[in-house]
Structure formats: structure tokens, C-alpha cells
């Protein structure tokens, strides 16, 4: 996969030769590249910046710089001869909700360029500009603003990295993941456990040392619903109750959680309409 990001700030992408991303750099799986988007600023004092139309506090990116970069950019091609298109991720607070699912579409692409902004963000023509000829999309990392869009890269492409081919050692190891497509799609990963067995009086839940695969899986999808119903219920309310079984529904049933008309499952004390 190539990776594109413009950013005022390139050094703040750094962590980018750090850990998983670093070695899937090293070893050809990923081409990241950097660029400052100043390089395609005219002016003396290379602004990207001014006042925004309407009045208010802050300032917004100049359209200019961005266009030029994105040109550039974009015209060379996933392979440098001219052939493919990008996905242009736009971070923004306004934008779609990342989650794994997100991340799992991403992975899929060719080619992603970035364009955290700094400021009050990028003048609007400029997405509208490139959503004509390529597919932009907006998204934020959460509902909290941050200064830039170089933190949300930074989640974003690890986020993605990890789930290319040949990244992790294990090429299963993603599929227990909280979130994760499949069975896991609208649960939180339950607790883990390694060596030693007992530590600071504290022993390891017997289940795990029994080495009953069954009982083992069984306990492990238990806890995951248990913290789901605890950390967000709200995952657990939107879940299609055909993907839980016999077992997932006593355990609900054991939290309290009960069975509304439409029949999916609420937490305990929420009111159900008959
Ligand atoms: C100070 S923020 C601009 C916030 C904007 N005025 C608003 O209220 O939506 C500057 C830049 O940081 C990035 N940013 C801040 N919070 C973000 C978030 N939650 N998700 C993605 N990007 C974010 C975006 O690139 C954004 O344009």
C-alpha cells in the first residue's frame, strides 16, 4: 500500500519509522511518504493561511497550496507512471466516525493520501474540488477537537497498517480483536493473561489453564460480552441478535439483559416497550 501525507508538520509524523508501521516501512510492505506542504506555497513567507469569509476567530488553509500539492501528488500515479487514484482522507472533526470497519475498507485500497489540517481546517472548495474526481472522505477519530490532523494520521494508518497482508506475524491475530469483522463485530476483547500462573496472589482464571479449546472459546466470548455490557452497552443494543446464540443470549440473560420487541437486547432497568 502507498501512503501520502500532507502536513505542515512532517516531523510530527516521525512515530511513522517507529514499531509495526517502521518495520512494514523496512520490509517494502508499506510506502509512506511524507510532504510538506509548504513546498507549494509562492510566497516569501511560505502562508498557507488566511482570515476566514464571514469573520470570526482562527484562521483557515488556503485552497492554493493544497490544490498544487494534491495536483502533484495525485497526476503521479500509485506506481509513479500516471495509473490509479487515491482515496483522499480528510481528518476533521465533521467528518464519518473512523472505526474498524473504516479501517478494514481502507486496507483494501491501493493508495491513501492524508490531509490533516492545522487552523480552523481547509477551505471547503477544495474537498469539493477533489470529491469530483476521486474518492474523498472526511473522518474524525472522535468527538473531542484536537490542534491538527497529524494525530488522527498517526490512529488512522496504524490502524489500517495492521491489517495489511504479512504485517503481523500472526495473520489471524486480528480476527479476536475488539470490533473486528466477524464474530467479534460488536464486542470488546475480554481480558488477557500470560505467565505466571499466580502473582501477587492473583491466579490466572483456571478455564485457561485446562487447555479445553471449547471451553476456552466459550469463556473468552462470556467475558467479552460481559465487558461489552459493562463499557458499552451501546455496541451490545445495536447488535443483531442472530449472531448470538444459545450461550451468548444466557449470558445477556445473566447480566439482566433482556429482549425488546424488535428484538434486540437492552440493558437492565431501560424500559422495554411491549
Ligand atoms: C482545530 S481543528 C479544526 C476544528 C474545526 N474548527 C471544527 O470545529 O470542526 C484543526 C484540524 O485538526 C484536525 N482534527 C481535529 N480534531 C479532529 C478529530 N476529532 N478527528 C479528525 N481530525 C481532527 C483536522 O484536520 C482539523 O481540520
Redesign the pocket.
Known amino acids: 500500500m502507498r501512503i501520502d501525507v500532507v502536513t505542515i508538520f512532517p516531523e510530527y509524523l516521525e512515530p511513522l519509522n517507529v514499531s509495526l508501521v517502521g518495520k512494514a516501512r523496512a520490509r517494502g510492505l508499506l510506502d509512506v511518504r511524507l510532504h510538506d506542504l509548504r513546498n507549494w506555497t509562492h510566497d516569501r513567507h511560505n502562508t498557507v493561511d488566511d482570515t476566514p469569509y464571514g469573520g470570526g476567530p ?1 484562521m483557515v ?1 488556503k485552497p492554493e497550496p493544497w490544490g498544487e500539492a494534491l495536483d502533484e501528488i495525485a497526476a503521479s500515479g500509485a506506481d509513479g507512471s500516471g495509473e490509479g487514484r487515491p482515496v483522499i482522507v ?6 464519518r466516525p ?1 472505526t474498524q470497519r473504516l479501517a478494514e475498507e481502507l486496507a483494501t485500497r491501493p493508495w491513501l493520501v492524508f ?8 477551505d471547503r472548495r477544495v474537498v469539493e474540488e477533489y470529491a469530483e474526481r476521486y474518492e474523498v472522505w472526511e ?14 494520521v498517526l490512529v488512522m494508518v496504524e490502524a489500517v497498517a495492521r491489517l495489511l497482508p504479512g504485517v503481523l506475524g500472526n495473520a489471524e491475530s486480528h480476527r479476536d480483536d475488539s470490533f473486528a469483522t466477524g464474530a467479534m463485530a460488536n464486542l470488546l476483547e475480554g481480558p488477557v493473561y500470560t505467565k505466571p500462573p499466580r502473582w501477587r496472589g492473583r491466579d490466572v482464571p483456571d478455564v485457561l489453564l485446562s487447555g479445553h479449546h471449547g471451553r476456552v472459546e466459550r469463556w473468552r466470548r462470556d467475558q467479552a460480552i460481559a465487558r461489552t455490557a459493562a463499557n458499552r452497552p451501546d455496541l451490545l443494543r445495536s447488535c443483531d441478535p442472530a449472531t448470538l446464540d444459545r450461550h451468548d443470549r444466557a449470558m445477556l440473560a445473566a447480566l439482566g439483559w433482556h429482549q425488546g420487541p424488535d428484538g434486540r437486547f437492552g440493558p437492565p432497568g431501560e424500559t422495554v416497550e411491549e
Open positions: 482562527g488553509m480528510v481528518p476533521t472533526p465533521s467528518g473512523f490531509t490533516p489540517a492545522r487552523y480552523e481546517g481547509i473522518v474524525s477519530i472522535g468527538d473531542y477537537v484536537l490542534a491538527g490532523g497529524e494525530a488522527p
